[in-house]
């Protein structure tokens, strides 16, 4: 890979790399069109992690340097673990709650992509709690005219 888009958990802190931080990231949770969840939503203003206690979770899990390491976005105590599933990658989440009461809290980006579908829908989640992405590359690539357009690209 001449180039990679991370969060900033993942961003390799070495002199041989090259870091851009691209943009800041929110939450918003998805869930089926008919959720109970969204009348709390339209009374509220908002969701937090109370509101989706009672509701199966999924949780995401991204890989680290050392290990997957689960995103606690959705849970009230950091170290509590209460997911119903958890998947390494968002693009799976889509189906495990068309069809359910199961929720997820994913990037607002990838949610405006996936919520597409007739049966999913989405809202702000927890706006406090967002993450940066970075682009890293070796700088052996720095000259590579590809990995300059790419970063150009990218930037926009």
Same mark, same amino acid.
């Given at each position: /890979?001449?180039?990679? +888009?991370?969060?900033? =958990?993942?961003?390799?802190?070495? $002199? !041989?790399?090259?870091?851009?931080? +691209?943009?800041?990231? #929110? ?7 008919? *959720?109970? @969840? ?13 509101? #989706? ?7 995401? &899990? ?5 290990? @997957? ?7 009230? !105590?950091? %170290? ?14 889509? @189906? ?9 809290? /994913?990037?607002?980006? +990838?949610? =405006?992509?996936?919520? $597409?579908?007739?049966?999913?829908? #989405? ?10 992405? *970075? @682009?890293?590359? *070796?700088? $052996?690539?720095? *000259? %590579?005219?590809? #990995?300059?357009?790419?970063? =150009?690209?990218? &930037?926009?």
């Amino acid at each position: /890979i001449s180039a990679c +888009l991370v969060g900033s =958990e993942m961003c390799i802190r070495d $002199r !041989d790399y090259i870091v851009k931080k +691209l943009f800041d990231e #929110t939450y918003s949770l998805v869930m089926r069109k008919d *959720h109970p @969840l969204l009348d709390v939503f339209k009374k509220k203003g908002d969701i937090g992690a109370v509101d #989706t206690k009672g509701y199966r979770q999924i949780e995401f &899990a991204y890989p680290t340097q050392e290990r @997957l390491r689960f995103d606690p976005v959705m849970r009230i !105590d950091k %170290n509590q673990r209460e997911s119903s599933f958890s998947v390494p990658f968002f693009t799976s989440m889509p @189906l495990l709650i068309g069809t359910s009461d199961a929720v997820a809290a /994913i990037p607002t980006r +990838l949610a =405006e992509l996936i919520t $597409r579908s007739d049966d999913i829908t #989405t809202v702000p989640y927890r706006p406090d709690s967002g993450f940066p992405y *970075h @682009l890293i590359w *070796h700088e $052996r690539a720095r *000259h %590579n005219p590809a #990995t300059r357009w790419f970063v =150009e690209q990218m &930037a926009m």
